[in-house]
């Protein structure tokens, strides 16, 4: 997958290697989530207390810069910002089922908290969806 680059747990290890095993003027082609991806969430932890996110996004100058560094020419073609509206326990539902979760908050009455400041922070009802921000880079 060419979203994928974000969730290894050294993703410059994988850029080398790819650098290494690529034949000269080859292209690698990237899609990868940047720092002020589920920003939302990031603020609702805080705001409950937790620390802000163990979902540790780059900023989007980074992956061109270290990209240069190893050898590649690189080039962002586009930045996209999607927000999707959803229910906030569908949104956690939905992360860890792609292997992404933010575990500081534990279980129960913590995460109910975190539920509360999500929805404080977005200036949503309980009961509405919430947004929750994907910011990609290509």
């Not at 974000?6 to 095993?21: G, K, S, T």
């Not at 979902?55 to 996209?80: N, S, Y």
């Not at 400041?117 to 969806?129: G, I, W």
Request: glycine fraction near 6%.
């Amino acid at each position: 997958s060419s979203l994928a680059l974000q969730w290894l747990q050294n993703p410059d290890v994988f850029l080398n290697e790819a650098y290494r095993i690529a034949h000269p003027g080859a292209t690698l082609a990237i899609a990868t989530l940047t720092q002020r991806t589920l920003q939302e969430l990031s603020q609702a932890y805080q705001l409950a207390g937790y620390a802000p996110s163990v979902l540790d996004f780059r900023p989007a100058d980074q992956l061109p810069q270290k990209c240069e560094e190893i050898g590649w020419r690189c080039h962002t073609v586009k930045m996209q910002k999607l927000v999707r509206h959803q229910p906030f326990w569908q949104l956690l539902h939905q992360l860890k089922g792609i292997g992404a979760n933010y575990p500081n908050a534990g279980r129960g009455v913590a995460l109910r908290r975190v539920a509360r400041a999500y929805h404080f922070a977005t200036k949503r009802q309980e009961h509405e969806t919430v947004p929750a921000t994907w910011e990609v880079q290509y």
